[in-house]
C-alpha cells in the first residue's frame, strides 16, 4: 500500500468556539498562500505554522499532518465552488434557452475563478488524499441539472438526442474547458468572450 495512504487526513479534533474557529482558519489561509508561493513539496507544517503565527503544537491539536491539512483546504475550496454553482444556476430551467447555457458556462467559470492559483495546484501537485469523492459529488450534480435541464427543455434540442450522453458531452466539454482556462489561461476565466464562445458550442451541438 502506497505511503500517501496510510497518512491521517482527518482532522484531529474539530474546532468549536470562536477563538478555536479563528485559528482554524488562520492555519489554512496560511495553508493556501503556502502552496500557492512555494508548492505542496516545499510546503511543511512548520512553514505553515510560522505563516499562521501559531505555535507548532496548536497547528497538531487540530491537524495531525501536512496531508491532513491540505485535504481540509481541499473541503474547502470545493465547497466553496458548490456554492458559486448551485447560486448561479439556481433559475436556469426556465430561462431562455441559450440565456440558459450561457448562465450555467458563467457559473462553471465563476466556480473556477475561486481562487484558481489554488485549484491549480490541487490539480497538478497534490496528490490523492482521499478527497476525490467530493469533487465527484459535484460532477454527478452538474450531470444532474444537465439532464433535467435538456429533459425540460427537449422540445428545443435537435431530434434523436440521445440525452444522458448529451448530458455527459456538455458537461464533460465545459469542464475540460473552463479546467484548462485554470491550468492555463486564467485571464479568461473573466473574460466575457470565454462564456459566449464556450455557450456557442453548447448550443450548435445541442441544437
Do not use: C, W
Amino acid at each position: 500500500m502506497p505511503a500517501t495512504q496510510k497518512l491521517r487526513t482527518a482532522p484531529r479534533k474539530q474546532a468549536i468556539q470562536p477563538r478555536a474557529l479563528a485559528t482554524v482558519d488562520a492555519i489554512l489561509e496560511a495553508t493556501a498562500r503556502i502552496l500557492v508561493r512555494e508548492g505542496y513539496d516545499h510546503a511543511s507544517t512548520n512553514r505553515i505554522a510560522e505563516a499562521a503565527g501559531v505555535s507548532i503544537g496548536s497547528l497538531y491539536q487540530y491537524f495531525p499532518s501536512k496531508e491532513a491539512l491540505v485535504a481540509a483546504l481541499m473541503d474547502r475550496h470545493v465547497e466553496e465552488m458548490s456554492i458559486v454553482l448551485q447560486r448561479e444556476t439556481a433559475r436556469v430551467l426556465d430561462a431562455p434557452f441559450e440565456s440558459a447555457i450561457e448562465h450555467v458556462v458563467q457559473a462553471m467559470l465563476a466556480a473556477h475563478a475561486v481562487n484558481p492559483k489554488l485549484h491549480k495546484v490541487f490539480v497538478e501537485q497534490v496528490p490523492r488524499v482521499g478527497r476525490l469523492q467530493k469533487i465527484r459529488d459535484i460532477e454527478e450534480g452538474a450531470l444532474r441539472l444537465a439532464r433535467d435541464f435538456l429533459e425540460h427543455r427537449r422540445t428545443e434540442l435537435r431530434p434523436g438526442l440521445d440525452l444522458d450522453l448529451a448530458s455527459f458531452i456538455v458537461v464533460a466539454t465545459v469542464e475540460a474547458l473552463t479546467h484548462a482556462a485554470v491550468l492555463y489561461r486564467p485571464d479568461l476565466l473573466a473574460d466575457r468572450r470565454m462564456v459566449n464562445e464556450v455557450r456557442d458550442v453548447v448550443v450548435r451541438y445541442l441544437t
